[in-house]
């Protein structure tokens, strides 16, 4: 009788999780999709939400060669306002500290975008791209306290062992 009990308890929870599973939405609603840009290539990997002193809101979209600035203000109007190219790469990672954005890649020789985001909607420029000794390219990147930024996975010339970085923005533009 315990086994039965045991084995009708099983198949009641296996049988109860799969019909949750199969609700409609679960409260979320598409808003809408965006074609990929011309020469973007057709890996997108991170991304990260900006929202300008005016108001405006952004994605800013790793692509396989470069960085996609998308504005979805108004979700019937999503549209990509500017692109950075970069280094070709599988993986790209942004943060935003004031009103930069800082776009790193594990492409070699790919360093660090500094990219300028106050003059979204129209464009974004890329003010430089960092020149730290032996740096050559990151796997993620971490903002802290709107001034630093925690560098993970960098190239073992830049760092023994791959350990963290912590850059100080204030100094690297």
């Keep these: 009788m315990k086994k039965f009990l045991f084995v009708l308890s099983v198949f009641a929870l296996i049988a109860s999780s799969s019909i949750f599973a199969q609700l409609p939405n679960l409260n979320m609603h598409l808003l809408g999709s965006l074609n ?11 991304l990260w939400g900006y929202v300008a002193p005016n108001g405006r809101e952004y994605v800013i979209m ?3 060669s470069g960085t996609s600035f998308i504005d979805i203000t108004d979700s019937a109007n999503i549209h990509e306002v500017a692109f950075i190219a970069g280094i070709n790469s599988n993986w790209r990672e942004e943060k935003t500290i004031s009103h930069y954005a800082y776009v790193v890649s594990e492409a070699a020789n790919s360093k660090m975008q500094i990219i300028d985001l106050q003059y979204l ?3 974004a420029h890329l003010v430089k791209v960092t020149n730290f000794p032996l740096h050559s390219s990151t796997h993620s990147i971490q903002s802290y306290a709107n001034r630093y930024l925690f560098l993970n996975g960098c190239n073992s010339t830049f760092v023994t062992g791959q350990g963290t970085v912590v850059v100080d ?3 690297s533009i």
């Design 36 to 46: 990929p840009h011309p020469g973007s290539g057709t890996a997108y990997n991170a």
């Design 62 to 64: 790793g692509c396989q």
């Design 121 to 123: 909607p129209d464009s």
């Design 169 to 171: 923005c204030i100094d």
